[in-house]
């Protein structure tokens, strides 16, 4: 998983405020069937986007990867070590993302996804080491 920080200066502090509590109030909520959700919807925007990750998203790409993985293989059984805490935090960060109504609308060319990418990011920062015990399991299986 890579370290990085996400530039969220063009984006107000009340827009950033806004995706972090729409991100946790998501996350208290999740269930099995948002799971399930989020898993082919994740997987349907990573096919969409294909290997041209918009440029807010394009750093924090391969984890957001791994992390729609990680919701594919949960909700298939196959993986089942993770922590609820973390499958409903990455289910909640997706389910932003595949969202076609957030606080910024995807459509809007530069700032689209920057609102996104805040919430992968705090999803991230919360499940990182759950994601990299799953990442060194996909490595063996």
């Known amino acids: ?26 996350m208290k909520n999740v269930d099995d069937t948002d799971v399930e959700y989020a898993s082919k919807k994740g997987q349907a925007k990573l096919d969409k986007l294909g ?49 076609p109504i957030d606080i910024i609308p995807d459509v809007i060319p530069v700032i689209g996804y920057l609102d996104d990418a805040i919430v992968i990011k705090l999803a991230l920062d919360f499940s990182g080491d759950d994601l990299k015990k799953y990442a060194a399991w996909k490595k063996h299986n």
């Open 1 to 26: 998983m890579k370290e990085g920080k996400i530039n969220t200066m063009i984006i107000s502090k009340a827009q950033e405020e806004q995706a972090r509590q729409q991100f946790q109030e998501d």
């Open 51 to 99: 290997d041209n990750p918009p440029g807010a998203i394009a750093k924090i790409w391969g984890d957001l990867k791994l992390m729609i993985s990680l919701i594919i293989d949960y909700s298939k059984g196959n993986y089942t070590d993770a922590p609820w805490s973390t499958i409903a935090a990455a289910t909640g960060a997706v389910i932003y993302f595949v969202s």
